[in-house]
């Protein structure tokens, strides 16, 4: 059984019960090796993942007909950009259970307060996100997993598209020790630097915080 398990954004104490008896029972761990390092585990077997996804899936798919227990380990909720769909597509549902997990997202509307019912979630981690202008107008709003310079400059289009009629916040290494959560001027989107770790929320100034 292949068991993808979310792990939530970082934090010891956001890592679920569920999560951790899985990493517990697993023969076999697969994940970033930031995740590897931090998780830990009496499994024997580690496999990093890397940006060769495939050769991971691979190393998977061995494990997985000597019929070990493996835990794929993925940061946040599996069900928010993450390996979990690879993983499916490749092994197929019955042979994988998805857990949970907390996600950056979540964490980042806990932090300033809001709900996110109708927020529109968008990753900047491989590439810019594909979002048309009649979809930036109607969304409230919005989670950018960030991941690229460049997310910076798309950011500043898009408030000006908007007219400044948002607020943008910087969640950044959220649960950890070195957790900030700015509101940022347009300015500082060309004069600051922000970890790889980041959600930007961009929130439509008439939504209530
Ligand atoms: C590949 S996506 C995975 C998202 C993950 N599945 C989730 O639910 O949070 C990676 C992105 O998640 C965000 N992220 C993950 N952990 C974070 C943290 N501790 N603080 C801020 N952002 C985080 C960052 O935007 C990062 O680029």
């Not at 940006?51 to 993925?74: M, Q, S, T, Y």
Request: hydrophobic letters at 45%; charged letters at 20%.
């Amino acid at each position: 059984m292949i068991t993808i398990v979310g792990c939530g954004p970082g934090a010891d104490d956001y890592l679920t019960m569920a999560a951790q008896s899985a990493i517990d029972q697993a023969d076999v761990l697969v994940g970033a090796p930031r995740l590897l390092e931090l998780r830990k585990s009496g499994a024997v077997v580690k496999i990093a993942v890397t940006a060769h996804i495939d050769d991971a899936l691979e190393k998977i798919g061995k494990h997985h007909a000597g019929n070990r227990r493996i835990a794929v380990l993925v940061t946040g909720d599996p069900g928010i950009f993450s390996l979990a769909r690879r993983v499916i597509k490749a092994f197929g549902l019955e042979n994988c259970r998805v857990i949970p997990g907390i996600s950056s997202v979540q964490t980042a509307f806990a932090r300033i307060g809001l709900n996110w019912n109708d927020a529109r979630i968008l990753s900047a981690h491989h590439e810019l996100p594909d979002i048309d202008a009649l979809d930036i107008e109607s969304t409230t709003k919005m989670a950018v997993l960030s991941g690229r310079d460049d997310v910076l400059q798309w950011l500043q289009q898009l408030v000006a598209r908007l007219n400044n009629r948002v607020t943008l916040f910087a969640c950044e290494n959220l649960t950890l020790d070195n957790e900030t959560i700015s509101e940022l001027s347009t300015a500082d989107l060309t004069d600051r630097s922000f970890s790889s770790r980041c959600v930007f929320l961009v929130i439509r100034k008439d939504q209530s915080i």
